[in-house]
């Protein structure tokens, strides 16, 4: 079995070192492990740990997703994402924004220690006073309403693909 190891797998005491199964990582990830340093060279040392570069037009693809969702994700973040592309493994990380592109881009992962997201969100831009809501997209950072400030925030997403979101109220009778 093939597995892609974040940062957070390592922070939270995954040692690929006593794990069965191929241990990939990239080097981004490897200098934000700075605390766990000693089990990460000792991986590599015994061979159990591989480091590689993902593929450009895999990169490309994970930014371009990462945009769609609005997930804010480091360089770091969408290298190893797009190495689980590449290498068509199982992504180990308790990272909500790597789970949530994850999501989107049909790459399996699994949590180490935290429960792990089960929805689908999207982050959307959203009024400080009338509470409008916009796409993260949105150029503007006053609302078109009423003035007021914008910021961002993950919401659920409730249009799933196929599914349509309906207001279950009955409509008003005019006459």
Same mark, same amino acid.
């Given at each position: ?8 797998? *390592? ?13 990939? =990582? ?38 371009? =997703? ?9 360089? +770091? ?22 789970? +949530? ?19 689908? *969100? ?34 659920? +997403? ?6 349509? *979101? ?8 005019? *006459?």
């Amino acid at each position: 079995m093939i597995k892609i190891l974040d940062a957070s797998a *390592f922070i939270h005491g995954y040692n690929p070192s006593i794990e069965e199964g191929e241990h990939y =990582t990239t080097n981004g990830i490897v200098s934000e492990v700075v605390s766990k340093e000693d089990i990460v060279k000792l991986a590599i040392e015994y061979g159990k740990l591989k480091i590689l570069d993902p593929k450009p037009e895999t990169i490309e693809k994970v930014v371009k =997703t990462s945009i769609e969702t609005g997930d804010t994700i480091s360089n +770091n973040d969408i290298e190893i994402l797009a190495l689980a592309i590449d290498l068509g493994g199982i992504l180990y990380t308790d990272d909500y924004g790597l789970q +949530n592109v994850s999501k989107k881009l049909k790459i399996n992962y699994e949590n180490i220690v935290a429960a792990g997201s089960k929805d689908d *969100f999207v982050w959307k831009k959203i009024c400080k006073g009338c509470k409008k809501m916009y796409p993260i997209n949105y150029l503007d950072d006053e609302c078109e309403v009423c003035g007021s400030q914008l910021y961002r925030k993950m919401v659920k +997403n409730r249009l799933k693909k196929g599914k349509k *979101f309906y207001n279950k109220k009955k409509p008003k009778k005019l *006459f």
